[in-house]
């Protein structure tokens, strides 16, 4: 069933679960010590209306790129010395990144933040991307860009969560969609976000 929930719906419920967990600290892919030294970072979880339910947009990184060669993931990065929020940094990289115009995107909110292997405190921010929208990618580093039905996220059936040799927390990973294989830091922001909508 497609799901339909409303802009400023998909906002308060942001808003209600930030409220009742203001630390902003989520799930960490690594333990952490007082020694833990970790790089700040922010990605675009951009949400599209398309053929009457909401999507959720992805790109597959090529396999040139310096990290995550060929993975699907968030249009994001690491933030720059002068931004001083996650929103500034998400929007600039999605820029950067897919040529979204940042005043093409409605912010509605940010989940908690996730702490990767790669020792980066993920900043996930929550926006509406009118649609159809006009992409002018870089190819060094985006291969694709294309979007999976929330509905189709929210299906219990199409992921599973499984434990990795020499990892100490859990992974998420989702059946192919269209080819794409969508798991890991990735997929736990998007079931991050489904948990937030109550979905």
């Known amino acids: 069933m497609p799901i339909t929930l409303t802009e400023d719906q998909i906002s308060q419920c942001l808003l209600d679960a930030m409220e009742s967990d203001p630390s902003s600290d989520g799930f960490s892919e690594i333990e952490l010590t007082e020694e833990t030294s970790l ?5 675009l979880i ?3 209306w398309h053929n009457e339910e909401w999507h959720l947009l992805y790109t597959r990184r090529t396999d040139t790129v310096e990290s995550h060669k060929g993975q699907v993931s968030f249009p994001g990065g690491a933030c720059d010395e002068d931004e001083t929020t996650p929103e500034q940094t998400a929007l600039r990289e999605a820029e950067e990144e897919i040529g979204l115009d940042p005043g093409e995107v409605r912010v509605l909110g940010r989940l908690s933040n ?3 292997i790669t020792y980066f405190q993920v900043t996930p921010v929550v926006g509406v ?12 580093e985006v291969a694709r860009i294309f979007t999976i039905p929330l509905a189709w996220l929210a299906n219990p059936s199409n992921r599973w ?8 927390r859990s992974l998420i990973a989702y059946h192919p969609y269209d080819g794409e294989l969508l798991w890991g830091a990735t ?9 937030v909508l109550g979905l």
Do not use: N
């Open 161 to 168: 969560e499984f434990e990795m040799q020499g990892r100490t």
């Open 46 to 48: 951009p949400l599209v």
């Open 129 to 140: 991307v009118k649609w159809p929208a006009v992409f002018r990618v870089g190819e060094h």
């Open 114 to 116: 996730l702490i990767t």
């Open 39 to 43: 790089k700040c970072a922010a990605v």
């Open 187 to 195: 997929a736990r922001m998007t079931v991050d976000f489904l948990k």
